[in-house]
């Protein structure tokens, strides 16, 4: 199992980005994604989690800015990011808690993390 994330750039303070969060290999199901962010010299941190049922949580700082969402089908996530600050700049990371098949323990996975740079 991967997880692929992309979407990363750079952009001026105020401005959009939307990433992308693709599992692949051999998925039976995915429950909890979440998207994390590590700025430099600082701990990863969670920005927001999505249930498998649509049910979502956020950091307070990006509340009412990001928008996480999910597509089932297609085993991936999204992050919107809207209203972008130079304290968002960080690198961002998906993870996600995956079933290899039907009854097996679910297993946490990593992506390999894209870099947001907010100027201001």
């Known amino acids: 199992v991967q997880l692929q994330a992309s979407g990363g750039g750079l952009v001026q303070a105020g401005g959009s980005l939307r990433l992308s969060c693709v599992a692949s290999?051999?998925?039976?199901?995915?429950?909890?994604m979440r998207w994390y962010r590590q700025a430099p010299g600082k701990q990863r941190k969670l920005v927001a989690g999505?249930?498998?049922?649509?049910?979502?949580n956020y950091a307070d700082s990006v509340k009412g800015r990001f928008t996480i969402s999910r597509d089932s089908a297609e085993n991936t996530m999204y992050l919107q990011m809207n209203s972008l600050k130079p304290d968002d700049t960080a690198v961002y990371y998906c993870?996600?808690?995956?079933?290899?098949?039907?009854?097996?323990?679910?297993?946490?996975?990593w992506g390999q993390g894209t870099q947001v740079t907010v100027s201001s």
């Open positions: 993870n996600a808690l995956i079933a290899m098949q039907a009854m097996a323990v679910l297993s946490d996975y």
């Open positions: 290999g051999s998925i039976f199901s995915i429950n909890y």
């Open positions: 999505i249930t498998s049922g649509g049910r979502t």
